[in-house]
């Protein structure tokens, strides 16, 4: 079981990294942008506009842990 | 992406991530035993070589379109996580990673484990140190290679960039017996992980069944324009103007 949790942990660490908050920007992003392609709206400019966010959020709440609270 | 972009992208990731492996391997030799260090160096490279291979091979079989969405997300989700770390260094909220210090360390640790032999190893310790630091270290590397490579349709020069990468960074430590710890880790983390996000970005899209502005000609935008934006996200958190002055 120790074993099984290290190997989950080893790929949520690869594939996720530091921050999950920028996955959850990214991964619904890109499935609205397939869900607007479907409906025939090319939706390129969605994907730039979460990866702008992502970023600026991500660094944002790592700069505020930084400083902590207050 | 022309062969000699690929083979650039491929090589600086590689050769960023081949300094640190560098510094683990150096520790485990001067430290314990230089023998069984280079035969978990060895051991990790060989495992590496076997990732790439059965990877590249399942890449190219993929339909394209599965291949651009789950293979752009990730190099997106890698990229914007090296711009992340890159941008936090380069506006000083977070330390920049010191080569000289982690070797410090790295030998210090070594010392403090009794030898134990195990089979052909004469020092198990020095061969699990070298083997977990080339595999963990080479192990985003393999997977760039595999999708960048597969992506293209050019396995055979991303793996050229990695271990002509490898081969350099190996060879300028080995001749010094020294971390490099005057390679521009930062700069070049900044350089590879914009590449990722532009080429994530433009591949995670096409995945899900965009068509960009000028098609191929979208990336001569999203590399720059990436690169613009972690430049000003770094500006902004060195003037504080995010949390207020430190």
């Known amino acids: 079981m120790r074993r099984l949790r290290a190997f989950g942990r080893f790929w949520y660490d690869f594939v996720i990294g530091d921050d999950w908050r920028i996955a959850c920007w990214v991964v619904p992003a890109l499935g609205a942008t397939a869900g607007l392609a479907a409906a025939g709206v090319n939706a390129w400019w969605l994907p730039p506009l979460a990866v702008a966010g992502a970023l600026a959020h991500s660094l944002h709440r790592a700069v505020k842990s930084t400083r902590g609270p207050g | 992406m022309s062969p000699t972009a690929l083979f650039l992208t491929v090589f600086l990731a590689c050769a960023v991530e081949a300094v640190e492996a560098l510094t683990v391997v150096l520790a485990a030799g001067t430290g314990r035993h230089w023998p069984s260090a280079l035969q978990g160096a060895g051991a990790a490279l060989v495992a590496l070589a076997v990732v790439v291979g059965a990877l590249g091979s399942a890449v190219t079989h993929l339909p394209i379109g ?9 190099l997106l989700l890698f990229g914007l996580q090296w711009l992340r770390k ?8 977070k330390a920049r990673r010191d080569e000289a210090a982690a070797f410090a360390r790295g030998v ?8 134990e032999r195990r089979g052909k190893v004469a020092d198990w310790y020095a061969f699990t140190v070298a083997f977990k ?4 270290e080479g192990l985003e590397v393999a997977f760039i290679v595999a999708t960048f490579g597969g992506n293209q349709h050019d396995v055979p ?15 300028a430590g080995f001749a010094i017996r020294a971390p490099l710890s005057r390679v521009p880790e930062n700069a070049v983390k900044f350089v590879v992980g914009t590449l990722l996000t532009a080429f994530g970005l ?25 690169a ?4 000003a996200y770094a500006w902004v ?10």
């Not at chain 2, 890159?86 to 909220?93: D, E, F, K």
């Open chain 2, 66 to 74: 599965v291949l651009r969405a789950v293979v752009g997300t990730l």
């Open chain 2, 86 to 93: 890159s941008v936090l260094r380069a506006s000083g909220w």
């Open chain 2, 108 to 115: 210090a640790a070594a010392e403090q484990v009794p030898a």
């Open chain 2, 133 to 136: 630091g080339v595999a963990l």
């Open chain 2, 157 to 171: 020069v991303a793996v050229l960039g990695a271990v002509a990468a490898a081969v350099v960074v190996g060879a």
């Open chain 2, 202 to 226: 433009f591949w995670s899209a096409e995945g899900v069944q965009v068509d960009w502005p000028g098609s191929d000609a979208a990336l001569l935008v999203l590399v720059p324009g990436v």
């Open chain 2, 228 to 231: 613009l934006l972690a430049l």
């Open chain 2, 237 to 246: 958190l060195r003037r504080g103007a995010w949390v207020g002055p430190r």
